[in-house]
């Protein structure tokens, strides 16, 4: 890992330490998770709000006046609008996406959860998701949700990602591995 995104890591790891425990001690872990959503979506489609967070050229006073309008735009809970205050005082609001995925992750562990990150040929239906979902949670023995993307190139199968460990079950990896095999063969 290199080492400005070590940093950005451990910098995101530190808020999203005291902001769960604040959530968990009020009792609010749902409503932080509903806001880290609402978040994450207004990050992903609003080019101004990236740039609010990154931008080197936006001063502290300007980034918390705007990151504490949106906060309140949102409706987010006190607990999140305060750290992204602390965040734009102190220039740190370039680590707002890592902070709502350890967030995530923390908020998922302490409901038992684990993300399966599920790579596809064609779209899943609902039926194939939840058979997943329900296979996969009796292998990990926690609840599985599935965030699933989809990859023309995979050609069939599907590739599945449950924290460390990886299943490539795609027609893809299978056609490497036999032309692998054809070279050391020829």
Known sequence: MSEPASISSGIAKRYAAAVFEIAQENKSLAKL???LDDLSAAIAESADLR?????PLISREEQGKAIAGVADKMGLQPVLKNALGLMAGKRRLFVLP???DQLRAMIAEDKGEVTAE?????ALTKTQSDKLAKTLAE???KTVKINATVDDALVGGLVVKVGSKM???SIRSKLASLQNAMK???
């Open 98 to 100: 890592q902070l709502i």
């Open 118 to 122: 599920v790579v596809t040929a064609k």
């Open 51 to 55: 740039t609010l967070i990154t931008s």
């Open 139 to 141: 292998r990990v023995g």
């Open 33 to 35: 998770e509903s806001g």
């Open 184 to 186: 050391e063969v020829g």
């Open 167 to 169: 299943i490539d079950t």
